[in-house]
């Protein structure tokens, strides 16, 4: 990316006011026509525009000024910028070697049956395809649909494990919770759980009842035993 004079305008304002360069000069640095040079220097445009000092800015040097001055037919620079800022990338299709793009139909079949929640556009940044070739690889109408395999794009080296979490989570946000019938259970009818409860409640109550009898006739057997004992002690 070229490099760009910051507020021009400004900046020619602050020549015309402080330097001897011509208009031509100016204009050529600036981008300006001459003659809108002339009118900022007649006052007669550019009246409310503050000067721009370009030296402060860091855009052009005190001695870059004194050659122009010095030589009319001196073409002013730009100075070169102490701190460079990187370009944003551009979003778009991710770009797919060519290598690799035979692999593709297979990464989208496998991500069209293992993520359905996953949107075309999704897809499509994901493995960089188009979104007819997705619907037709979904539609089995792909002219290869037969001979297609699922295949992880992960490790086909299409796209990075983080990117295609990152397209799942995304994909999963709006997405509802689950039913019970979709997890495969379900829950018992309300009838069979109070019969469950109440023959429960009846069989620990009998089971207590025939404890209970059991050792009540244990103990009475006991007494009886130890009565007959006594009697036969006193006879003897």
Not at 55 to 72: M, N
Not at 79 to 87: D, F, T
Not at 150 to 166: E, K
Not at 218 to 233: A, V
């Amino acid at each position: 990316m070229a490099q760009q004079l910051l507020m021009p305008k400004a900046t020619a304002v602050w020549l015309v006011d402080n330097t001897a360069l011509s208009f031509d000069q100016i204009a050529n640095f600036c981008k300006l026509h001459p003659l809108e040079v002339k009118a900022i220097a007649d006052g007669e445009a550019a009246q409310g525009i503050k000067g721009l000092d370009p030296i402060a800015t860091g855009q052009l040097s005190r001695d870059e000024i004194e050659r122009g001055e010095k030589d009319v037919n001196y073409k002013l620079k730009l100075s070169e910028p102490k701190v460079r800022v990187p370009e944003s990338k551009r979003r778009g299709p991710r770009y797919t070697p060519v290598s690799k793009r035979q692999d593709r139909p297979n990464a989208i079949l496998w991500l069209v049956r293992n993520h359905p929640e996953l949107k075309d556009a999704q897809i499509s940044r994901l493995v960089g395809t188009t979104k007819s070739t997705i619907e037709q690889i979904r539609e089995r109408t792909h002219w290869n649909s037969t001979n297609l395999t699922p295949m992880d794009p992960v490790t086909l080296g299409l796209c990075s494990q983080i990117d295609l979490d990152l397209e799942v989570e995304r994909a999963s946000k709006g997405r509802p919770l689950p039913t019970a019938a979709e997890l495969g259970a379900s829950l018992q009818p309300a009838a069979e759980t109070e019969n469950l409860g109440f023959s429960y409640r009846n069989e620990r109550e009998e089971e207590k009842e025939i404890d209970a009898d059991a050792v009540f006739a244990k103990l009475s057997s006991l007494k009886s035993t130890r009565r007959d004992d006594d009697e036969e002690d006193e006879r003897f």
